[in-house]
């Protein structure tokens, strides 16, 4: 089982602080620093100093970490075109000595593509581009050296491409799918997934929707024991109730209702209800910490339930 950091750095975070919630992730013995890619903050927060961009904040963590995996979850497919990500991705995996992983996804955050000038379609449109850009970049890191590779979609349209740089990872970067989508979702994560992420829900409801995606390989004629399941929650630990509730105001969750399938709670209770999680199929689990200044947060999770685990 894994154990993962997520970051959610649009609500104010630079560089250097998540350079240091990094190397902490990797002196700890975590498998991964995985950060969000939004480029407003969420609720009454300013987001000071502003966001940073996902790919370039991974760019600069690959060549200041050694070990742990780095990655997006996720990537909106409204935010880049899938050509210059591909090259983009491919870079950062050969930057890190082969250690990223992409998370795509069909975005959902209307205000920051309105702040940002992004076209934002509808739900169904948007799920089109996200398969095209499965396709497409895939394709274009699977193309072997040396041939060309062309896409013609709706949306997207590739001619003589050298498909080129080549990720390290072969055939490619694990890619992550993640969400509730009742049909589309699960039949892309069949389709092109090494990861299926369901996040921020009850263990009853990320039940049912590992559910559907195992049906979705079934139908596909995929084992469905070849796509790793994940989760992931906000996460809020304390060495006892005391502190727990500290740590808890600085984040705003209430300790008797978390909410939104939040984690908070003693060591104990921690690793209690990972291993719910662990028992419907989770494989990994992506411990989302919001206070990126507490890396003593980092070390007692490190400590106390990363052994465990």
């Known amino acids: 089982m894994k154990l993962r950091i997520f970051t959610e750095p649009q609500q104010g975070a630079s560089y250097d602080d998540l350079l240091a919630v990094a190397r902490k992730t990797e002196e700890c013995g975590f498998d991964a620093f995985f950060r969000s890619d939004h480029y407003v903050a969420f609720g009454d927060v300013d987001g000071l100093p502003g966001s940073t961009d996902a790919w370039i904040t991974l760019a600069g963590l690959a060549r200041e970490t050694s070990r742990i995996k780095l990655g997006t979850l996720v990537s909106p497919v409204t935010f880049r075109h899938p050509g210059p990500l591909a090259i983009s991705v491919a870079q950062v995996d050969q930057m890190s000595g082969g250690r990223v992983e992409l998370g795509l996804g069909a975005g959902w955050f209307e205000d920051e593509h309105q702040a940002y000038g992004l076209d934002f379609p509808d739900t169904p449109g948007r799920f089109d581009l996200l398969e095209e850009q499965l396709e497409l ?58 990861e299926f992420n369901a996040g921020f829900r009850s263990v009853d409801e990320i039940k049912t929707i590992f559910g559907r995606v195992q049906a979705a390989c079934e139908q596909a004629g995929r084992d469905p024991k070849t796509l790793n399941l994940s989760t992931a929650h906000t996460v809020v630990v304390g060495k006892d109730d005391a502190e727990v509730r500290r740590r808890a105001a600085v984040v705003d969750r209430d300790p008797e209702n978390p909410g939104d399938g939040s984690i908070v709670g003693t060591p104990a209770q921690i690793v209690d209800r990972l291993g719910q999680l662990a028992a419907i199929g989770s494989q990994t689990h992506y411990l989302q910490v919001l206070d990126l200044a507490d890396l003593d947060h980092l070390e007692l999770i490190a400590s106390d339930i990363l052994p465990q685990m």
Request: proline share 14%; hydrophobic share 30%; net charge positive.
């Open 137 to 194: 970049i895939t394709g274009l890191w699977d193309t072997p050296v040396g041939e060309k590779y062309n896409f013609d979609g709706k949306h997207y349209q590739l001619k003589n491409s050298p498909a080129l740089p080549k990720p390290i990872q072969q055939p490619h970067p694990p890619i992550i799918v993640g969400g509730a989508g009742k049909k589309r979702t699960p039949a892309l994560a069949a389709k092109y997934a090494s």
